[in-house]
């Protein structure tokens, strides 16, 4: 028979009970998460939008500058390098030039870059290959290119406001332009073969 008086207030729960209900909460979280999110975006091929990637207060104002069109000489916008550098688009005429846009977060463009990288190693010395990694932190984006191999030059678009230049509306999103800087093709989807790289590539030689 309990000797503990009728009013007495109810004993408190043990600190190891109370610390293992919270980390099996968090086993558990943890689990759904990955169930539910990570594990189906290890086979999405879907595009990332533009809005998906920032919000109207973050991106850049358009400033009425010109806008790239196909058959049109490109805007010559000038990137930075994950160096530092600066490239000018107008350095680059005498080849034809392919530019990818990309992100991290963007399963399509994980799966695209070691395509372009074979295309770069083919066709290097004839024609110009840029990555262009959109708004995120350099660290995301030199983590990226690690982990894909890729290895021709790759430059930052922090605002997306070059992207936009570019007709972008969703990652990955690839330019060609030919060798004296008209804008041959501007292709806002994924490349999932290297015969469409280099039928773009040989209709802007």
């Given at each position: 028979?309990?000797?503990e008086?009728?009013?007495a207030?109810?004993?408190?729960?043990?600190?190891?009970?109370?610390?293992?209900?919270?980390?099996?909460?968090?086993?558990?979280?943890?689990?759904?998460?990955?169930?539910?999110?990570?594990r189906?975006?290890?086979?999405?091929?879907?595009?990332?939008?533009?809005?998906?990637?920032?919000?109207?207060?973050?991106?850049?104002?358009?400033?009425?500058?010109?806008?790239?069109?196909?058959?049109?000489?490109?805007?010559?916008?000038?990137?930075?390098?994950?160096?530092?550098?600066?490239?000018?688009?107008?350095?680059?005429?005498?080849?034809?030039?392919?530019?990818?846009?990309?992100?991290?977060?963007?399963?399509?463009?994980?799966?695209?870059?070691?395509?372009?990288?074979?295309?770069?190693?083919?066709?290097?010395g004839?024609?110009?290959?840029?990555?262009?990694?959109?708004?995120?932190?350099?660290?995301l984006?030199?983590?990226?290119?690690?982990?894909?191999?890729?290895?021709?030059?790759?430059?930052?678009?922090p605002?997306?406001?070059?992207?936009?230049?570019?007709?972008?509306?969703?990652?990955?999103?690839?330019?060609?332009?030919?060798?004296?800087?008209?804008?041959?093709a501007?292709?806002?989807?994924a490349?999932?073969?290297?015969?469409?790289?280099?039928?773009?590539?040989?209709?802007a030689?």
């Amino acid at each position: 028979m309990s000797t503990e008086p009728e009013n007495a207030p109810p004993r408190a729960r043990s600190p190891h009970k109370f610390i293992g209900a919270i980390l099996l909460a968090a086993a558990l979280a943890l689990f759904v998460s990955w169930l539910v999110v990570l594990r189906p975006a290890l086979d999405d091929n879907s595009a990332i939008g533009v809005d998906d990637l920032v919000n109207s207060d973050a991106r850049a104002p358009s400033d009425g500058g010109p806008t790239a069109e196909v058959g049109k000489i490109a805007p010559d916008v000038t990137l930075k390098g994950f160096d530092g550098a600066d490239v000018a688009l107008s350095s680059l005429r005498g080849k034809p030039t392919v530019i990818n846009f990309w992100a991290s977060s963007c399963v399509p463009c994980i799966k695209e870059m070691p395509l372009i990288e074979r295309a770069y190693a083919e066709l290097g010395g004839d024609v110009n290959f840029v990555g262009v990694d959109v708004f995120e932190s350099p660290d995301l984006g030199r983590d990226m290119i690690t982990r894909t191999g890729v290895t021709y030059p790759q430059t930052v678009d922090p605002t997306n406001e070059v992207l936009t230049t570019f007709g972008g509306v969703q990652l990955p999103h690839t330019v060609v332009l030919t060798a004296n800087g008209t804008v041959s093709a501007l292709h806002n989807e994924a490349i999932t073969d290297d015969e469409v790289l280099r039928d773009l590539i040989d209709a802007a030689s």
